[in-house]
């Protein structure tokens, strides 16, 4: 049978409304809006610029909600759904999530944090390149006496030592790091990585920690010497996403571990200072960062 003209007409209008409507649909759920979530610190902002704009460039819709509070409190914005993904460190969530983990090496900590993840949580490839452990310092003159170049060397003497420790700003907080090395005889509190070095030079203490890298407050090391930790007497803290199951599609994943393989402590100190020092926006500098990477 032969339709009319004016009913062919109609047929083809109804395929094309249909058509369209199923690719709106489908646009609709590939652009599903994804909120990456960040804590207080300026770390945990530039993590979230990072990851919301590396995503971004795999085809997604993304959105940063920052200043949420502590760790804590961005991961609870996590459970209830109000965020999508945080950028963690796995150490310190591995900490968060099981006080008795006694798992130090990255391999380990890959394997323990994999189990103590909450179901409906996951992760992607840590980044190798971003050493966030705390550092132990000595004084130049002492390392030499004593023949001390490791944290392991150390360790055996901790309880006849005086112990600085004073906090590297603007980083994701981690964990108590002595408890991670040994029960010392003493320790002092300092406000900041100035007064712990002038007390090491000064000799008012024998040993120092700093919860986080140097490279984050220059100078801060001047004329001390930092002690390796090959052995991880200290456990492993590399940044890594943490986000909902099934948020995320395949591209988008391999886009996050593309991003592990390039970060580094160097790149995440100097934007944290960028930002602290020189009144930078995150998310120019998470920018220019994926630029230079070619991601």
């Given at each position: 049978m032969v339709l009319p003209a004016s009913l062919r007409m109609l047929a083809r209008l109804l395929v094309v409304a249909t058509a369209a409507?199923?690719?709106?649909?489908?646009?609709?759920e590939q652009g599903a809006r994804?909120?990456?979530?960040?804590?207080?610190?300026?770390?945990?902002?530039?993590?979230?610029?990072?990851?919301?704009?590396?995503?971004?460039?795999?085809?997604?819709?993304?959105s940063?909600?920052?200043?949420?509070?502590?760790?804590?409190?961005?991961?609870?914005?996590?459970?209830?759904?109000?965020?999508?993904?945080?950028?963690?460190?796995?150490?310190?969530?591995?900490?968060?999530?099981?006080?008795?983990?006694?798992?130090?090496?990255?391999?380990?900590?890959?394997?323990?944090?994999?189990?103590?993840?909450?179901e409906g949580l996951v992760v992607t490839d840590a980044a190798d390149g971003t050493d966030l452990r705390p550092r132990v310092i000595l004084t130049s003159e002492a390392a030499a006496r004593d023949n001390v170049r490791t944290v392991g060397d150390l360790v055996p003497r901790c309880g006849t030592l005086t112990?600085?420790?004073?906090?590297?700003?603007?980083?994701?907080?981690?964990?108590?790091?002595?408890?991670?090395?040994?029960?010392?005889?003493?320790?002092?509190?300092?406000?900041?990585?100035?007064?712990l070095r002038k007390a090491l030079l000064d000799g008012q203490v024998q040993a120092g920690l700093l919860t986080g890298p140097p490279a984050v407050v220059p100078g801060s090391t001047d004329g001390l010497t930092i002690l390796s930790d090959a052995d991880y007497a200290l456990r492993a803290e590399n940044v890594l996403p943490l986000f909902r199951k099934g948020v995320l599609d395949e591209l988008q994943i391999k886009?996050?571990?593309?991003?592990?393989?390039?970060l580094t402590t160097d790149d995440l100190a100097a934007m944290i200072r960028g930002v602290r020092d020189e009144g930078a926006k995150p998310a120019e500098l998470a920018r220019r960062w994926l630029d230079d990477h070619s991601l």
């Open positions: 409507l199923a690719v709106s649909c489908g646009n609709g994804i909120t990456v979530g960040a804590g207080d610190s300026i770390e945990s902002g530039l993590l979230a610029e990072i990851y919301a704009g590396a995503l971004a460039r795999a085809g997604a819709r993304t940063v909600e920052a200043r949420l509070g502590g760790r804590a409190d961005y991961l609870a914005a996590l459970d209830a759904g109000r965020v999508d993904l945080v950028g963690e460190h796995n150490g310190a969530l591995l900490a968060f999530l099981d006080t008795t983990a006694p798992d130090r090496t990255p391999d380990q900590v890959r394997k323990a944090l994999s189990k103590s993840l909450p112990i600085g420790v004073a906090p590297v700003p603007d980083l994701i907080a981690l964990p108590s790091a002595l408890e991670q090395v040994a029960d010392c005889a003493t320790t002092v509190r300092f406000p900041d990585a100035a007064a886009k996050l571990n593309y991003v592990a393989g390039e």
